[in-house]
């Protein structure tokens, strides 16, 4: 009798409460690990092969540990009038991005990328989401900010809660790759790897 062999057991290589309750969504067993990578943007990089690059890094940065594992990585960037948006790390900076981007469209780039560590054999996608945000006062920005401290958030907001009420309308694919982890390619990516999410 031929056995079937079963997929890798996956891991998800970041130590985002965010990105965790996204994945847990799709119902599958996983680790997670948050990988050691240099998040450095390189000179001139755009802010898609930065989001890209960094998705990888942090899959591939796993691999020594899980060595016959499905490991994903992801990574966001925001980016507004050709200027890339980090997370703001408190309430000054947080107040100050969400000033930069009021009554502006924002792009956020998020990488996707599934290293089978086993065959040493990966898979990238890229969504992109343009946020509109809304014009918006100083009081407003700073009353946002001070309910919802999202310090930890590129762009200075959370999509997930009440930060919906800084935009005017979102254009994209996924509402699930603004929170930082875009399901729908992911379970594309995972199905060559034999895990069937359904």
Same mark, same amino acid.
């Given at each position: 009798?031929?056995?079937?062999?079963?997929?890798?057991?996956?891991?998800?290589?970041?130590?985002?409460?965010?990105?965790?309750?996204?994945?847990?969504?799709?119902?599958?067993?996983?680790?997670?690990?948050?990988?050691?990578?240099?998040?450095?943007?390189?000179?001139?990089?755009?802010?898609?092969?930065?989001?890209?690059?960094?998705? !990888?890094?942090?899959?591939? =940065?796993?691999?020594? &540990?899980?060595?016959? @594992?499905?490991?994903?990585? #992801?990574? %966001?960037?925001?980016?507004?009038?050709?200027?890339?948006?980090?997370?703001?790390?408190?309430?000054?900076?947080?107040?100050?991005?969400?000033?930069?981007?009021?009554?502006?469209?924002?792009?956020?780039?998020?990488?996707?990328?599934?290293?089978?560590?086993? !065959?040493?054999?990966?898979? =990238?996608?890229?969504? &992109?989401?343009?946020? @509109?945000?809304?014009?918006? #006062?100083? %009081?407003?920005?700073?009353?946002?900010?001070?309910?919802?401290?999202?310090?930890?958030?590129?762009?200075?907001?959370?999509?997930?809660?009440?930060?919906?009420?800084?935009?005017?309308?979102?254009?994209?694919?996924?509402?699930?790759?603004?929170?930082?982890?875009?399901?729908?390619?992911?379970?594309?990516?995972?199905?060559?790897?034999?895990?069937?999410?359904?």
């Amino acid at each position: 009798m031929t056995q079937i062999p079963h997929p890798p057991s996956l891991v998800l290589a970041s130590g985002s409460t965010y990105r965790r309750q996204l994945l847990s969504k799709l119902g599958l067993a996983f680790e997670c690990a948050a990988p050691d990578v240099d998040e450095s943007r390189r000179p001139g990089e755009a802010a898609m092969a930065l989001a890209g690059r960094l998705a !990888e890094s942090k899959a591939r =940065a796993l691999a020594e &540990v899980f060595p016959a @594992h499905l490991i994903i990585g #992801s990574d %966001q960037v925001a980016c507004v009038d050709g200027r890339l948006l980090g997370k703001p790390g408190g309430r000054a900076g947080a107040i100050q991005q969400l000033q930069l981007v009021q009554g502006k469209p924002v792009r956020f780039y998020t990488g996707l990328y599934v290293f089978n560590s086993r !065959e040493q054999r990966g898979l =990238a996608e890229m969504d &992109v989401t343009t946020v @509109h945000f809304r014009p918006l #006062s100083t %009081q407003q920005i700073e009353a946002y900010v001070d309910r919802e401290q999202p310090y930890d958030c590129a762009g200075g907001f959370k999509s997930e809660s009440l930060g919906i009420a800084l935009f005017d309308r979102i254009e994209g694919e996924d509402p699930n790759a603004l929170v930082g982890l875009p399901l729908i390619r992911l379970v594309r990516l995972l199905e060559p790897f034999g895990v069937e999410v359904l």
